[in-house]
C-alpha cells in the first residue's frame, strides 16, 4: 500500500516562502502522477498542481500559478511544493496525492492521500 508523508508546514509570516515534500515509503512514486491539493477550515478541498510521472508535464490551478511551483526527485522519491509570496489566505492543510490516471486536479481521480501538512500564514 502506497503511503504518502507529507512535511515541511509551519507557521510563516506573510510574504515569506515554505517548501513542502511530499514523500513515500515502502513503493516507489516514479510511476505515479503527484497532486497537491489544499483545505482551510471550513472550506472546499482544492487543487493546487500536479506532476506527471517523468516531471516533464505540470498543471496548475489558475490561481495557483506565479507563487506554487511543483517539482520532483526521483531519486529521491519526493515531490515538492515551493510556496512563495504567502498570503494569510494561504492558511489550511495541504495534502499530496497520487494517481496513475492523468495528469490533472480532479481530487476523485486520486488514490492514495498523505495525511496532510498544517501551513499558517500569519503576522
Known amino acids: 500500500q502506497l503511503q504518502l508523508v507529507e512535511s515541511g508546514g509551519g507557521l510563516v509570516q506573510p510574504g515569506g516562502s515554505l517548501r513542502l515534500s511530499c514523500a513515500a515509503s515502502c513503493f516507489t512514486l516514479d510511476y505515479m502522477i503527484i497532486g497537491w491539493f489544499r483545505q482551510a477550515p471550513g472550506k472546499e478541498r482544492e487543487g493546487i498542481s500536479c506532476?506527471?510521472?517523468?516531471?516533464?508535464?505540470?498543471t496548475y490551478a489558475d490561481s495557483m500559478k506565479g507563487r506554487f511551483t511543483i517539482s520532483r526527485d526521483n531519486a529521491k522519491n519526493t515531490v515538492y511544493l515551493q510556496m512563495n509570496s504567502l498570503k494569510p489566505e494561504d492558511t489550511a492543510t495541504y495534502y499530496c496525492?497520487?494517481?496513475?490516471?492523468?495528469?490533472?486536479?480532479?481530487?476523485?481521480?486520486?488514490?492514495?492521500w498523505g495525511q496532510g501538512t498544517e501551513v499558517t500564514v500569519s503576522s
Open positions: 496525492a497520487a494517481t496513475r490516471r492523468a495528469v490533472s486536479l480532479r481530487a476523485e481521480w486520486y488514490d492514495n
Open positions: 506532476i506527471s510521472s517523468g516531471g516533464l508535464r505540470t
